[in-house]
């Protein structure tokens, strides 16, 4: 809950900042949003297309979602390329990262590939990983999903996100963080999962 906490503070402070194309576009999508959110957001419109005398609206910055996205990975100290697709590849406490930005709408998607794997020939670790990923999907906030490589004969264990990247959250450079932050904590969840379903077969063991 804390998490979800943390994220309704957000939006209360951003939301007060969006100008009326930004809130048009959430009530748009109602679909993509919890319920407090979008209470707040048709407060905030039916307020900003019946402004008040003397009240000033939010000027809006020159700035594509790309060009923020890479201003704020500089602010992080994050160096950053290009993959073959044209998503932004960077590192952040020691993982690989990838950034999907489209500048057409104001989403931005996270992904962090292959940063577990599992050897196919090894059945039990298979069957477990694929039963603590439907738990923590279940419980979760960040993706948890596998690809097979066959090449290797691995399963190749991915987080991801997708997100709303206003520009007028504030502090998006903090917000990134938190979200990239979460990744970790899937991470965890997911081994102690796995953890909790080897135990159940050897109770007075401990998975490596």
């Known amino acids: 809950m804390e998490h ?21 576009f959430i009530l748009d999508f109602p ?4 319920p407090k959110v979008l209470n707040m957001v048709k407060r905030r419109y039916d307020k900003i297309t019946k402004p008040e ?9 020159e700035e594509t979602l790309k060009d923020a ?14 993959d073959e697709d044209g998503d ?3 590192e952040y406490q020691d993982a690989d990262f990838y950034i999907t930005v489209d500048d057409n709408n104001q989403f931005i998607e996270i992904w962090n590939c292959g940063w577990k794997r599992v050897n196919l020939n090894d059945t039990n670790a298979v069957s477990k990983l694929k039963q603590a990923i439907s738990v923590a999907n279940f ?8 690809s097979i490589y066959k090449d290797t004969n691995e399963l190749a264990v991915n987080c991801g996100t997708r997100t709303l990247f206003f520009e007028h959250i504030p502090n998006r450079k903090g917000y990134l963080e938190y979200l990239l932050d979460r990744f970790f904590f899937a991470h ?4 102690y999962k796995m953890q909790q379903l080897y135990e159940k077969e050897h109770p007075n063991e401990r998975v490596n």
Do not use: T
Not at 53 to 61: I, L, N, R
Not at 139 to 146: E, F, S, W
Not at 188 to 191: I, T
């Open 53 to 61: 005398d003397g009240e000033e609206e939010y000027e809006k910055v």
């Open 139 to 146: 419980m979760g906030d960040i993706c948890i999903n596998y």
């Open 188 to 191: 965890q969840f997911l081994e």
């Open 69 to 82: 996205v890479l201003r704020i990975l500089r602010e992080m100290d994050c160096s950053y390329d290009f």
């Open 88 to 90: 932004i590849h960077f």
């Open 31 to 34: 679909e993509c949003f919890e």
């Open 4 to 24: 979800q906490d943390k994220k309704l503070e957000i939006w209360k402070e951003a939301i007060p900042r969006m100008n009326e194309e930004d809130l048009e």
